[in-house]
């Protein structure tokens, strides 16, 4: 079992920049495939990039790919998740998830995910 704490959240302008943090606990926390998540107001949570465990593959939603960037310190238990160029619409609560010793093809189904942390706000000005 693993329990995940997001942090780095917080108001920014838009064109600027966030770096989002997922500290797990477990020794462990390597075998574990982890996605980032978020979710606007009013709207349902939607993937926004995970990482594998085996490989450290990343994955992109298209909304994201070029501005966002999911990296692992598997050593620090932690994942980040670097937001450059920021727009009004990545205003959202940030998830991030983890999935045990994931061998499959699809890391954006919310469903696939074991284990969530409690989110942490990102807010976009415009």
């Known amino acids: 079992q693993v329990q995940l704490v997001e942090s780095g959240g917080g108001l920014v302008q838009a064109g600027g920049s966030l770096r989002l943090s997922c500290a797990a606990s477990g020794r462990t926390f390597g075998s574990y495939t982890v996605g980032w998540f978020r979710q606007a107001t009013g709207k349902e949570r939607e993937f926004v990039a995970a990482?594998?465990?085996?490989?450290?593959?990343?994955y992109y939603a298209d909304s994201v790919k070029g501005r966002f960037t999911i990296s692992r310190d598997n050593a620090k238990n932690t994942v980040y998740l670097q937001m450059n160029s920021l727009k009004p619409e990545d205003t959202a609560v940030y998830y991030c998830?983890?999935?045990?010793?994931?061998?499959?093809?699809?890391?954006?189904?919310?469903?696939?995910?074991?284990?969530w942390g409690q989110g942490t706000q990102v807010t976009v000005s415009s």
């Open positions: 998830a983890a999935k045990f010793l994931y061998s499959g093809s699809d890391y954006s189904a919310t469903a696939l995910y074991d284990y």
């Open positions: 990482i594998s465990w085996r490989s450290g593959i990343t």
